[in-house]
């Protein structure tokens, strides 16, 4: 099981840089971009909902799941 998270695209689309995001959700820029690389183990659901608010997506916008060995 993967777990593929998407931030950069939505960081994109939204044409924000990690740095604005990571002030306005109140974390810092190294764990903002631990959560970009997917290297992050798990997220607060509360860190997940200020996300979500501040880019105007949906989880699912952010996180996608995707079985191993499946490819796109």
Do not use: H, W
């Not at 607060?44 to 996608?64: H, K, M, N, V, W």
């Amino acid at each position: 099981m993967a777990v593929i998270v998407n931030l950069d695209v939505m960081l994109a689309r939204r044409k924000m840089p990690s740095k604005e995001l990571a002030e306005r959700i109140g974390i810092t820029e190294a764990n903002l971009s631990i959560l970009k690389t997917g290297k992050a183990r798990a997220i607060r659901f509360s860190t997940l909902e200020a996300i979500c608010r501040e880019l105007d997506c949906q989880p699912g916008d952010i996180l996608e799941y995707i079985e191993e060995g499946q490819s796109d």
